[in-house]
């Protein structure tokens, strides 16, 4: 009976829902190409020729290397999005020690917020969503203070779609749709894996025998919170609910079809190197090295003697111009052809401009998500320690992307066709924006803080070298007439 027990267990344990069956194998492709590397090798993604056996065919794909731009393409929104650090505006930050504990590590790995949000962005960008847990040990403490010293609170936990193999949601009366019911991986190795599964009454660990197939050991625990503490990020959002979609979905079928692109170029070159020696069957070749004598019968016909195949290798540069065209495809489904070294000499200042647009919005949709996701997280965090969540995430949702070289030629335009000391002053007011340059401060020789007026300062009137009259109501402005020529 108790061996029925366990077989069940492991059933009901390695059990998945039809929509993970169906992504699974996409999921995989999609980790594997972000990954690259052995990762992306030992997947045996690239088409198999014709006639092509299991040692050659293993032999290719060690050969062929990764363009990887998948990586590539995430890094650089990566980059975008967490250039300047989330606001996070509350109170009980600074004044709860277990929030600001959480803050300075959130997955008790030592991984700040930050950084904990910024892997959470990579893997949504990935797989299209990941799976937060916000979970707080059950501990015999009877005070908070008991709970800090034992270093007992919240933590964040993140979990990828190929380990959450089953969940279902619930519709509640008000309309909105609750998680009723999760299942995941844990933690696996050769020999066993732990598997979780959460409902609303209660939560059970499933330890599974890899080799046996078979469940090793049940624990279940009561819900004590009677609700699922996870949150589902998106990247973007799909029609289905709990299923994002990726940034690399099709990115990475190109960068497949320039894997396999590469590896024709290789083959190619090889064959141009070392072509190929056609012989009769009983020509005794000994090797294939500089000089080596070849023998024939002697009665050979002499139509029938050794010749060299000669590889024609002209379709090489049209390999590369196929490998050239898909990575401007990829530019263009990423939306990054702006910010590439190589596109900014070929478009113009009007296609640059819309790409920074394009990209723009999807950074500010994918911050977006990032900012409620948080929200979300802090409001378990809350539930969790019997406080009420009132305060507010801010994530950037401008990028401010533009050509600077561009913006600096037209600048530089307008003030060469324009006399006027005002449009002049306005110019280099922008073109000090743009580089940075602080110009009070140059002016005067010295610091001054953001917002702060040097002491003595009165608005006036400045004097162009052609009598024009200037107005200036704040040292800002002094110091771009005094730049302009303007005296006072």
């Not at 980059?79 to 709860?96: G, K, T």
């Not at 933690?187 to 025998?209: F, G, L, P, R």
Request: hydrophobic share 40%; net charge negative; charged share 25%.
């Amino acid at each position: 009976m108790a061996e029925t027990t366990l077989q069940q267990a492991y059933q009901r344990a390695v059990a998945t829902n039809q929509l993970y069956n169906r992504q699974r194998d996409r999921w995989q492709f999609l980790l594997d190409s972000y990954n690259g590397g052995d990762d992306f090798r030992r997947g045996a993604y690239l088409t198999r020729y014709q006639l092509e056996n299991d040692k050659e065919y293993a032999q290719r794909l060690k050969t062929t290397p990764l363009d990887n731009q998948c990586k590539s393409l995430i890094s650089l929104y990566i980059s975008f999005l967490f250039r300047e650090s989330p606001v996070r505006d509350w109170d009980a930050f600074e004044i709860n020690p277990a929030l600001e504990a959480m803050l300075e590590d959130a997955d008790l790995d030592g991984r700040d917020m930050n950084a904990f949000m910024k892997d959470v962005a990579i893997w949504s960008s990935v797989f299209g969503h990941v799976w937060v847990c916000c979970a707080k040990p059950q501990t015999d403490a009877i005070t908070l203070a008991d709970e800090l010293a034992s270093n007992v609170r919240p933590y964040l936990s993140v979990y990828t779609p190929l380990t959450v193999t089953d969940w279902s949601w619930a519709k509640q009366v008000n309309g909105s749709y609750k998680l009723e019911y999760i299942k995941y991986v844990e933690e696996a190795n050769d020999t066993q894996t732990v598997i979780k599964e959460w409902t609303t009454e209660s939560i059970t660990t499933y330890t599974v025998d890899t080799k046996k197939n078979e469940a090793t050991d049940i624990v279940v625990e009561p819900n004590g919170i009677g609700r699922l503490p996870f949150i589902c990020v998106y990247a973007e959002r799909s029609p289905v609910r709990g299923l994002g979609v990726s940034m690399i979905n099709d990115i990475a079928d190109q960068q497949l079809m320039i894997a396999n692109e590469l590896s024709e170029i290789y083959d190619s070159e090889r064959l141009d190197s070392h072509p190929s020696l056609v012989v009769t069957s009983d020509t005794n070749v000994g090797g294939a090295s500089a000089g080596q004598i070849i023998t024939v019968p002697e009665t050979m016909d002499p139509a029938l003697k050794p010749y060299v195949l000669q590889f024609q290798g002209g379709q090489i540069g049209a390999i590369y111009d196929s490998i050239d065209h898909r990575k401007k495809m990829i530019d263009a489904m990423g939306n990054v052809g702006g910010v590439r070294a190589t596109a900014t000499r070929e478009m113009s200042g009007l296609a640059i401009a819309t790409e920074f647009q394009l990209l723009n919005a999807r950074l500010s949709s994918i911050a977006d998500n990032l900012e409620l996701a948080e929200e979300q997280i802090w409001q378990e965090a809350c539930a969790y320690l019997g406080l009420e969540y009132s305060g507010e995430i801010n994530y950037p949702d401008s990028f401010a992307l533009h050509n600077i070289d561009d913006e600096l030629d037209q600048l530089a335009k307008m003030k060469s066709l324009s006399a006027n000391p005002a449009i002049q002053a306005e110019v280099d007011k922008r073109i000090a924006e743009i580089l940075d340059i602080e110009m009070l401060e140059q002016a005067l020789g010295t610091e001054v803080a953001e917002g702060e007026q040097p002491p003595g300062f009165v608005p006036h009137n400045m004097t162009a070298p052609d009598g024009t009259i200037l107005y200036v109501e704040s040292p800002e402005d002094e110091a771009l007439a005094l730049a302009s020529g303007y005296t006072n």
